[in-house]
């Protein structure tokens, strides 16, 4: 049996359900949706999940056999086909094909956690494989290519796979520090050394700030549960905020990490904050390392320390963990140079250096549409068009 072609029988099942039952439009839609990830999954699944095959489509088969032959309907009601009557056809391949939907659904998402698992050592963006650049005029976003082929692997250094094209972003008297796009909110948030925390839209207009206090270098969020967490230099304290109703409040909970990463009389210390599967890796400016540091029930440990690439030995100025690609994107400013871990062995994977006219670098995200946003000491942030 062949996966895409089942696949083309199940699309082709749900197009008969659009002319069997009047959906409203919004299901409609919905239906369209979900056919295209099913066409999508199943492309890549096809060659690499071959041997889970034959259960998923044996599955698959006996409902919608089930959903087209089952003999059960109402009495009381003329029966115009061989199966069912009318009414029953439409209620019983409705709640067939919307259950057989939700199973293929759940199927194709871990058929595709273990696709994405196979790819965590490309470089990659929201984990999107071989995705081109668009090209075109400023006005186009440009993405990245994300063919592991291109690049050669650390410790060589790269050029940027794409040319930094940018609009600049600027924060009348903030000086940005680290950055992080939540796509649950689908916002951008921003601290700065003054100790604000910015919150910027889609279109990155500033939508609101809150003062939080201390010298505010890196930010981060836990995907399970949307809390944010900012880093103050200096204080080497972690706090932990919350985002609701468009306002944003700490918690309560804060970490005192200066056991761990020191302050330095030469005025460095935690710079930069991401959230990786459960743990925290912070960047100590001073020397460049990266602290993978754990917190259960209050009580803070180190786990790990990743040194910095060969070459460099100080100034780590921005962390972002990109869970779809399973990469931790780590820059250092004084360097020009940005570079990928692979978050499962943490070791590094590629490393390239940024263009001369990118200076200050104090943070690095993923934006909206999977690309890399930059923030930098100089108040601005630089977002590729």
Known sequence: MDIARDGEILRSASEDLDTSIDLDPEAVDRLAVERESMAERTALAEDIFRPEEDAVIADLEREIDEATHTHDHPTDEPISSPFLSPTAKKETFKDKFIEVVEKFKLTLTQISEKFSEALSSLFGASGRNKEAQSGGTNDEPRRIEFDSSEYEAYPAINEMPYSLRTRTVEFQGEEP??????????????????????????????????????????????????????????????????YEDGELSPTGQDWDLSSLIPYNNDGSGVEALAFVNGQFYVGDQHDGTIHIIEIDRGNIREVGVIEPPEGIDRDISGLHYDENSGMVYAVWDRYNRLALIDASTNTYSYQFELPSDLHDIEGVTINQDGQITFSNDSGSMEVPV
């Open 177 to 242: 520090s680290g950055t992080v796009y939540i796509p649950a909110f689908n916002r951008m948030f921003v601290v700065s050394d003054n100790g604000k925390v910015l919150c910027l839209d889609s279109n990155y207009s500033l939508e609101k700030e809150w003062d939080i206090g201390g010298d505010l270098e890196g930010i981060t969020y836990d995907p399970r549960t949307n809390l944010i967490y900012v880093i103050a230099e200096g204080s080497q304290e972690l706090k932990q905020l919350r």
